[in-house]
C-alpha cells in the first residue's frame, strides 16, 4: 500500500519532466511538418506535444493508481466532480475505447467478447473496453483495477448495461446517477431527482475513499470544471476564424483532457496553452489546412479508425471540418456548472449535455454552430453503434438542408469498429458531396 | 379487430390512447377512463416508408411503429404514451411528435434506470402524477384516488390470473398459441373485459397434465411472429415457463399492498416487477430469477428470442449463456425482426434445438 502510494505520487510528480523530455527526444514529423508542398495540412500544432505528454502521464499514473487512490471508472457524461474532491483517480473506459480505435484493436478485442455472446451490433467502445478487460489486452499498458464503477445516463442507456458487465467481472458496487430525458426545458422534479442522487452519490463514493466530502475541495473541483470548460468553449470558438486554425478532427483529439481531466488544474492549463496557440495562429492566418475553401461541421462522434485518411481527402479538396457537435458538447452544458450552487449546478449542467435533448434543440444547436463557424456543409456520420446519437439524423439532415441551406451527406460508419466500414462507398459518397460545392 | 374494439370503448365515452413498449402504469390509466392500445411494431413490412427515417440498424420495433404512426394507423387514438424504455423508443418519443408522424398529444412515460433507492420512488411518484395530471387534460377529468385504489385492484387480479395461467401451463387445455393470443388481448381489451376472458380461461385448468412434450422456456421482448409457437408445437414442445417482456415480465412478483395511499402503491408496483433489461435490472438479480423460473418450470432448455439491434436484450445475452451452462441447460438464440412469419432457417433451428432435447436427461 505505502509502495504504491510511493509509486503513484512519484509518476505524479516526476512523470510530466521525464514525459516532456521522452516526447522532445521522440518528436516524429507530425501531420505537416515539412513533408513537402503537396501536404494539404497547415503546420501541426505545438500544443500536441503537451498533449500527448499529460494524456500519456493520465495512463502511466493510472497503472499505479489501484493500491495507491481510490479508482472510479466513469462514464464521460458523469459528474466527476464529487470523485476528485474525494481524492479518486478516475478512468474513462470511453477515452480508453477510443485509443483502442485509434490504434485499431477493436476488431480482435470485439472478437473476443463476440465469443461470450455480445452481439457485433452493440456499441463499438463497450465492446473494446469489455474486450480489454476480458483479454487484458490495452494500448496503455495497463488500467488500474476499479474500486468503484461510476454511471450517468446521461449520453445513452448502453453505457448502463455496458458498465454492470464491468460491475459483474470486477465484482464492486455501481453507482449510477440516472438523468431523465430533457425535452424542451428541464422540468424541477427531474433536476431535483438528479441532485438528489448527487447526494447519495457522495455517500456511496466517502465510502469507498474512507473519508467525507471536504467542501472546500468539491468547491473548488466545481470551479475547476466550470473554467474547463470555458476554456475548451474559447478553442472551439477559434474555429470560427477565416481560416480556422486548426480542423474539427484536431480538436476530436484535444478534446481528450475536457473529457478524461475535466475539473483538474492540468486539464485547464493544457486548454490555456491550446487557447493561445490557437489565437497565435489566427493572428498569423495560419490555417488548419492549407488551402481552406469551404467550411463544414461534424455530427455524430468521430470514426477513430478513420481520422487519418478522411481527414487527408477533406482537406486535399479544401475541405475543413470547423465545427463540431461532439467537442462543442463538452463545453455547451459544463459552463452551467456554478461553484454558489455545486449540486444544483451540476443537476442543470449534466442533464443537459447534448445527447439528453430532445431532436429540435440538436436541429438549433447544429443550426447555430453552421452559422456561428460559416460553415456551408454538414458531414452526419450515421454511426452503427451508437443509436442515441444517430436516431433522429435523417430529418436533421433534411432539415439541416431545407431551414439552413446547408449541404449534407450522412456517413455510415461505427465509431470504433473499422469491420462496419466501406472504404468504397464511403469514398464514392464524400466525393460526390464534395463535387456539390464546386 | 383493435379498430372494433377501439370504437366501442369511443362509444363508452373513453379516450384511447396508444402506447408504446413496454412498461407503463396501465392502473393509472384504468383510473381514469382511458383506454390503452399498446403498439408492438406491428410485425411485418413497415406500413410506410416513413421506416426509412430511421436507420437500418435501429429495431423495427422504432422502425415499425413509426412508420405505421406516421400512415396514419393511429388516427383513431387521441394521444399517445411514449415509455422510455431504451435508446431508441425515447429517440421516438422526441423523432414522432417533433418532426412528424404523430401531432396528437404525446406523453412521455420516463421511469428510473438503477437500483431501487428513495430519490427514484420518489421520481417515479412524481412522473405517475405528472402523467395523471396530462390525462386529466384530455379526459377533462382529473384523478380520483378511490378510483385508482379499484383499478389496482382489478389489475392484481388481472396479473394473478396470467400469472396462474402461464405457471399452471401443463394443466391448462390451450395450445402455446391460443394462450399467448389470449394474454397478448390484454394488450388492446378494455381490462374489465380482459380479466373475464382470462378468468374463464383460468376455470379450464385441470388437474391431470395435459400437456406433453419437451417444455421450454422463452425469454425475450415480444412473441413476434406468433408462428414462433406453432412451430414449437409441431416440433413436440411446449412454453413451460415466460419471460417476454411483453408477457411474463410485466407480471408483478407479488400483489400490492391492500391498503395505503393509491399513488404509493402504484409507485411501489414498479419496483415488484421481473427483472427486465428494458428497465436496467441487475443483471445478478435477473440470472438468478430466470434460473429459479425455469427450474420452478421443469424446463428442460431455454430458447432466447431477441430482436436483432436491441440493446437491452443483447447485453443479457451473455450472462444468460453463462448461467445457463452452469446449470447445464441448453440455449437456443433465435434473433427475429418482427417478421410477419417465422423465417424457414428459425424453424429449422427450433425443430432441431427441440429434437436435441429429447435425447437429453434432465438438466441440473
Known amino acids: ?438 | 379487430m383493435r379498430s372494433v374494439v377501439i370504437a366501442r370503448q369511443k362509444k363508452l365515452g373513453r379516450k384511447t390512447v396508444i402506447v408504446l413498449p413496454v412498461l407503463y402504469p396501465r392502473e393509472l390509466l384504468t383510473a381514469m377512463g382511458v383506454h390503452a392500445v399498446e403498439l408492438w411494431g406491428p410485425p411485418g413490412p413497415p406500413r410506410s416508408p416513413a421506416a426509412g427515417r430511421l436507420q437500418g440498424y435501429v429495431c423495427a420495433v422504432a422502425r415499425n411503429a413509426l412508420a405505421f404512426l406516421a400512415s396514419g394507423g393511429g388516427r383513431d387514438a387521441d394521444a399517445a404514451i411514449f415509455p422510455h424504455t431504451c435508446d431508441s423508443i425515447q429517440g421516438l418519443a422526441t423523432l414522432a411528435p417533433d418532426f412528424g408522424g404523430w401531432e396528437k398529444p404525446a406523453y412521455r412515460y420516463l421511469h428510473p434506470k438503477g437500483e431501487d433507492r428513495p430519490a427514484a420512488r420518489k421520481f417515479v411518484r412524481s412522473e405517475l402524477e405528472r402523467l395523471a395530471g396530462e390525462l386529466a387534460r384530455l379526459t377533462g377529468r382529473p384523478l380520483e384516488l378511490p378510483r385508482l385504489s379499484e383499478a389496482i385492484s382489478l389489475h392484481a387480479e388481472i396479473d394473478r390470473l396470467r400469472r396462474e395461467l402461464l405457471s399452471r401451463r401443463p394443466f391448462l387445455p390451450l395450445s402455446d398459441a391460443a394462450l399467448y393470443r389470449l394474454l397478448r388481448r390484454g394488450e388492446y381489451l378494455w381490462p374489465g373485459d380482459h380479466l373475464e376472458e382470462l378468468a374463464c380461461a383460468a376455470r379450464g385448468i385441470r388437474d391431470d397434465r395435459v400437456r406433453h412434450g419437451v417444455p421450454l422456456m422463452v425469454s425475450g421482448y415480444v412473441p413476434e411472429p406468433m408462428s414462433v409457437f406453432d412451430c414449437l408445437e409441431a416440433a413436440g414442445a411446449f412454453v413451460a415457463a415466460d419471460d417476454y417482456a411483453a408477457v411474463g415480465r410485466r407480471i408483478a412478483l407479488s400483489p400490492p399492498p391492500a391498503e395505503g395511499d393509491p399513488l404509493d402503491r402504484l409507485s411501489g408496483m414498479h419496483f415488484r416487477m421481473p427483472p427486465c433489461p428494458t428497465r436496467t435490472s441487475d443483471t445478478g438479480a435477473r440470472m438468478e430469477y430466470l434460473l429459479s423460473l425455469f427450474r420452478r418450470s421443469g424446463a428442460a432448455g431455454v430458447v432466447l428470442h431477441v430482436p436483432k439491434f436491441c440493446e437491452p436484450e443483447n447485453f443479457d445475452v451473455p450472462a444468460v449463456f453463462r448461467t445457463f451452462a452452469d446449470a447445464g441447460a441448453p440455449v437456443l438464440v433465435l434473433e427475429s425482426e418482427l417478421e410477419a412469419e417465422l423465417s424457414a432457417q428459425s424453424a429449422t433451428r427450433l425443430e432441431a434445438f427441440v429434437e436435441s432435447l429429447k435425447f437429453k436427461g434432465p438438466s441440473r
Open chain 1, 1 to 438: 500500500m505505502i509502495l504504491r502510494k510511493l509509486q503513484y505520487k512519484a509518476i505524479s510528480c516526476l512523470g510530466p519532466g521525464l514525459l516532456s523530455v521522452a516526447s522532445r527526444i521522440g518528436k516524429r514529423p507530425g501531420r505537416g511538418s515539412a513533408q513537402g508542398a503537396a501536404h494539404p495540412f497547415g503546420p501541426p500544432l505545438e500544443s500536441g506535444r503537451k498533449l500527448r505528454e499529460i494524456m500519456s502521464l493520465h495512463y502511466l499514473s493510472g497503472r499505479y493508481a489501484d493500491g495507491a487512490v481510490p479508482v472510479a471508472w466513469v462514464t464521460s457524461g458523469f459528474p466527476v466532480e464529487p470523485l476528485r474532491a474525494l481524492g479518486f483517480h478516475a478512468v474513462y473506459p470511453e477515452n480508453h475505447a477510443a485509443v483502442c480505435s485509434v490504434k485499431r484493436l477493436v476488431p480482435e478485442l470485439s472478437a473476443a467478447v463476440e465469443r461470450l455472446g455480445y452481439s457485433r451490433e452493440l456499441c463499438g467502445y463497450a465492446r473494446a473496453d469489455l474486450g480489454c478487460a476480458v483479454t487484458g489486452t490495452t494500448p496503455v499498458g495497463r488500467l488500474p483495477r476499479p474500486d468503484l464503477l461510476c454511471c450517468c445516463t446521461n449520453i445513452c442507456q448502453t453505457v448502463l448495461y455496458w458498465f454492470r458487465a464491468l460491475a459483474d467481472r470486477f465484482r464492486v458496487p455501481l453507482a449510477v446517477v440516472d438523468a431523465p430525458f430533457v425535452y424542451g426545458e428541464a422540468k424541477a422534479g427531474h433536476l431535483e431527482y438528479f441532485a438528489d442522487q448527487l447526494r447519495g452519490l457522495a455517500e456511496t463514493a466517502g465510502g469507498i475513499a474512507g473519508r467525507a466530502t471536504d467542501r472546500g475541495a468539491l468547491l473548488e473541483t466545481v470551479r475547476l470544471s466550470r473554467e474547463g470548460s470555458l476554456l475548451w468553449a474559447e478553442c472551439l470558438a477559434a474555429g470560427r476564424a477565416v481560416p480556422s486554425p486548426w480542423t474539427g478532427f484536431d480538436a476530436f483529439f484535444h478534446m481528450a483532457p475536457i473529457v478524461a481531466l475535466r475539473g483538474t488544474k492540468e486539464c485547464n492549463g493544457y486548454y490555456r496553452m491550446l487557447r493561445d496557440e490557437l489565437n497565435d495562429r489566427i493572428s498569423r492566418g495560419v490555417g488548419g489546412i492549407g488551402n481552406e475553401r469551404f467550411r463544414l461541421l461534424w455530427d455524430n462522434l468521430p470514426v477513430w479508425h478513420r481520422l487519418r485518411p478522411l481527414s487527408a481527402v477533406l482537406a486535399e479538396n479544401g475541405f475543413n471540418i470547423v465545427c463540431s457537435t461532439y467537442a462543442a458538447a463538452w463545453a455547451e452544458a459544463g459552463a452551467a456548472i456554478d461553484p454558489a450552487d455545486p449540486e444544483g449546478s451540476m443537476a442543470r449542467a449534466y442533464l443537459n449535455v447534448l445527447l439528453n435533448r430532445d431532436l429540435p434543440y440538436r436541429l438549433s444547436f447544429m443550426k447555430r454552430l453552421c452559422a456561428e463557424s460559416g460553415s456551408t456543409g454538414a458531414i452526419l456520420h450515421s454511426d452503427r453503434s451508437c443509436k442515441p446519437y444517430s436516431i433522429g439524423q435523417v430529418d436533421l439532415q433534411r432539415r439541416l438542408v431545407s431551414e439552413a441551406g446547408v449541404r449534407t451527406l450522412l456517413l455510415e460508419a461505427d465509431h470504433a469498429d473499422p469491420r462496419s466500414w466501406s472504404e468504397e462507398q464511403a469514398g464514392h459518397r464524400l466525393a460526390a458531396f464534395m463535387e456539390s460545392f464546386e
